[in-house]
């Protein structure tokens, strides 16, 4: 039988990272002398370009600064390959890792492996706290565990990314969403643990603003593929407050107030608007089906 072969793309968003590509792009192409690898340039106003050009790889530039994510979905629309790895332009993913990542893709079948963190790898401890929350979060809405969830480094198949590649935002929190879709979506995702080293230059991350996005990404996929995850809990929460609200009118009044019936009726519409979304969702898993 004649073996399966696979081309491969690397794909990179930039926005002012001259000095780390400088290191990065040499030692890539030394690791993976085969592989497309793809600039994505998002409005940088340092040497990032010219660097790109000296090391004889694919550039792609934006006219201004679009975002991470937009950046990201250019460099997919573009790859040839049917493999495809994301990775930060910064320093912090090793070259050396790539090999790691694409053996458990295709060893194991799997549609997405993803380069988690360890805890050492972490920018600060209150980074790590907040990834540990997001990744309990989504872990609890999807039913799977995610090591990593905002991690940009990881490989794919090609052909399973772009299938979502409208819902991808076009900011830094483009790993959320795609992580989440492969989960619910039934594709098969795994980890490997890797050691980031510090960035090279300053992060373009906000905490605050991003970790806002975040959170709305992580609702926004949920309710996509999970609605109940979301509402059911919620019409819970109402009842079981309503509930005890009844609970302690009854005893100190003898009466069922109007706050009691508000919040009753509250649980019951929150859980049929819940209930509506899950039948929309599961006329999307059809459509896909065809």
């Known amino acids: 039988m004649t073996p399966i072969t696979h081309t491969l793309s690397i794909i990179l968003p930039c926005l002012n990272e001259a000095e780390s590509l400088k290191i990065l792009l040499p030692a890539l192409r030394h690791h993976q002398p085969e592989a497309e690898i793809i600039v994505v340039d998002d409005g940088s106003s340092d040497d990032s370009v010219a660097v790109a050009h000296a090391a004889q790889v694919t550039v792609i530039r934006h006219a201004y600064r679009m975002g991470n994510g937009a950046a990201i979905k250019t460099g997919a629309r573009a790859a040839t390959g049917d493999i495809l790895v994301f990775m930060d332009a ?5 070259p050396q890792d790539v090999a790691r990542l694409l053996a458990l893709l295709m060893d194991s079948g799997h549609d997405m492996v993803v380069g988690a963190r360890d805890r050492a790898s972490q920018a600060s401890l209150g980074r790590s706290l907040a990834n540990g929350f997001y990744n309990r979060l989504a872990s609890s809405m999807v039913g799977h565990s ?16 772009r299938e979502f590649m409208s819902l991808l935002p076009n900011s830094f929190s483009y790993p959320t969403t795609i992580t989440m879709a492969f989960f619910r979506a039934g594709y098969s995702v795994a980890y490997v643990e890797i050691k980031a080293p510090k960035r090279i230059g300053k992060s373009h991350i906000n905490p605050l603003k991003d970790g806002i996005r975040f959170l709305i990404i992580i609702f926004k996929i949920g309710t996509l593929y999970s609605p109940l995850k979301i509402f059911g809990p919620l019409s819970l929460s109402f009842f079981i407050l309503g509930l005890s609200y009844y609970g302690y009118t009854f005893s100190t009044d003898g009466r069922f107030t109007n706050m009691g019936a508000l919040l009753f009726i509250t649980a019951i519409l929150i859980f049929l608007i819940g209930l509506v979304s899950e039948q929309i969702t599961q006329l999307l898993y059809k459509k896909d089906e065809k």
């Open 146 to 161: 995610i090591a990593d969830l905002t991690s940009g480094f990881r490989a794919v198949k090609a052909q399973r990314f």
């Open 90 to 94: 910064d320093g912090q993913h090793q």
